[in-house]
């Protein structure tokens, strides 16, 4: 840059090009977030070659894309375009950047400090593609790199901006809202994992604070500016999702789910991401009849994206699951297995379980066969970022019994699943649902006792008595639960394949504990859990588990040292 007025001149054109980009790219999130998805593209495209935010959100509504859509060739695309974004970000970026540097970092001007959070932004965004797309180790490191890269650019620019002599232009409430993205969710993310990993990415220069991370994304949300509804979309996905992944009851988590979604669903009234979200909300408070008309509704706002109707498809699934409705929940699982590529041998998995919930002698749909579908699963086995979703392998582990000329049927495998995706919380507040869950297994315990004895046997029997005790623990019987979940820790010697049990049980009797007041007896099943078994399904869901519930009890003792950033 010359020196003198021209300097001036030409740094005065800059800071007006910006607010003008910043501008017509607000303008393309607000059609994208009224499901005007080609208009919200089109308004970017004639000026991703020269401006950075429309650049970098061209890119985040492909990739967004992508991982919906599971492409190979739009994941490509994706990454491309990223590249590319990440070019014209870098042509706006001082020439050695060094934020760390004191002298540097206050010498940056607005248009220099906007590059680099869309820079990091755009780094963070290339890993995850990475990751999707490629699976030897090489690529894994590069994506690594760029991970640890983007955190670093993050970490600086957030000490920066909190400093006294960092530059506010016109436009550094976007810039604010960049940094508390990435910071936020940085934090967040990394507070999510157990000790054993945190210490490797601490070793690494990671840290994460859970209730920074939050606090942050919360700020970002709530502000107008460009990221804040990247920020609610991952408080919401935190609130509605990552909880119950974690074994979590979700009472907090959904009234801020609410809070947060409010103004979004006053302002974008038939915004389908926000129909989504409201029907999420309605379905872990029990709500099941006002989610399905919800994610219906969310169905019906658009047609432009299919990927939308998925998320929507996989939702109603499991609320008809939760109402025993199994040729309903077949249908959405059928449409799944026709129509989405993210995870086929699930859909097929389960539209093999739904089939197998109904009567012997009831017509099945499309004339499709149980067994023929089980033995299918195997064949649908994909990989991402290098390695089999878990929830895939467990299914193809527990379809492998119908390879027998004559298999032994699973007991109760949509209600097995559906304790893999927490789904006995979901109806802890409706009564009538645990009953009938209830019921359910009660007949299939009494089919297993009338049936010969088998090599199976112990294990469904086992499964039995860990789902039952979940249903009385929703009934407030909570001596029965223990009881049932105590069968499960009798049989352990004899369990021959379904070996997450024992562990699993062992935190679902800790969980009651918690609830009884019973922490020292918790915390020792926990630890328990933690130590004492590797290698059986779903594993790290279980460690997730276990971390939440040790970092909760630790909680509500003693004050947790301050880790954020």
Known sequence: MSNGKDANAAQNSSQMTLKECLDECMEALDLFLNNHFSESLERLRPRVNESMYHALIYATVLEMQAMMTFQHDDITN????????????????????????????????????????????????????????????????????????????????????????????????????????????????????????????????????????????????????????????????YYTFLTFILGRTGEGEVEEAERLLKPFRLRYPRGAIFLFFAGRTEEIKGNIDEAVALFEDG??????????????????????????????????????????????????????????????????????????????VPTFKQKIAGKSPPTEKFAIRKARRYKAACPHKLPVPVLEMMYMWNGFSMISKRPELTEGMLHTLVEAESTLVESLENEFSVDDRCVIHLLKGLCLKNQGLLQAAEESFRKVFSSEKKIRYDHYLVPNTLVELSLLYIDQGRREEAIRLLHKAKHNYKEYSMESRTQFRIHAALAKLKANTSEEEDTHL
Not at 109 to 130: G, I
Not at 185 to 192: D, E, K, W
Not at 200 to 223: C, M, N, P, Q, R
């Open 299 to 376: 169905c019906k706002a658009q047609q432009a994206w299919k990927q939308f109707h998925h998320m929507c498809y996989w939702e109603l699934m499991w609320c008809f699951t939760y109402k025993r409705a199994w040729k309903m929940a077949y249908f959405y699982a059928d449409l799944l297995s026709q129509e989405s590529r993210w995870s086929k041998a699930m859909y097929v998995y389960m539209k093999a379980a739904y089939l197998s919930m109904l009567p012997d002698d009831e017509d099945r749909p499309f004339g499709e066969n149980e067994v023929q579908l089980f033995r299918q």
């Open 78 to 237: 994706a990454g491309i375009t990223m590249k590319s974004a990440q070019e014209v970000c870098q042509r706006f970026r001082r020439k050695s950047s060094a934020l760390a540097n004191k002298s540097v970092g206050d010498s940056l001007n607005e248009v220099q400090l906007h590059a680099e959070v869309c820079y990091a932004e755009c780094q963070l965004q290339r890993a995850a593609l990475t990751f999707l797309q490629d699976e030897n180790m090489v690529s894994f490191i590069k994506g690594g790199i760029k991970v640890r890269n983007s955190y670093l650019i993050y970490k600086e620019l957030h000490a920066l901006i909190k400093s006294h002599n960092c530059l506010k232009g016109a436009s550094h409430v976007h810039l604010e809202g960049g940094v508390s993205f990435g910071i936020g969710a940085f934090n967040l993310t990394l507070s999510l994992f157990p000790p054993r990993i945190l210490k490797v990415l601490e070793f690494a220069g990671f840290s994460g604070d859970k209730d920074y991370g939050l606090s942050l994304l919360h700020d970002g949300a709530t502000g107008v500016n460009l990221r804040s509804m990247l920020s609610a979309m991952l408080l919401l996905c």
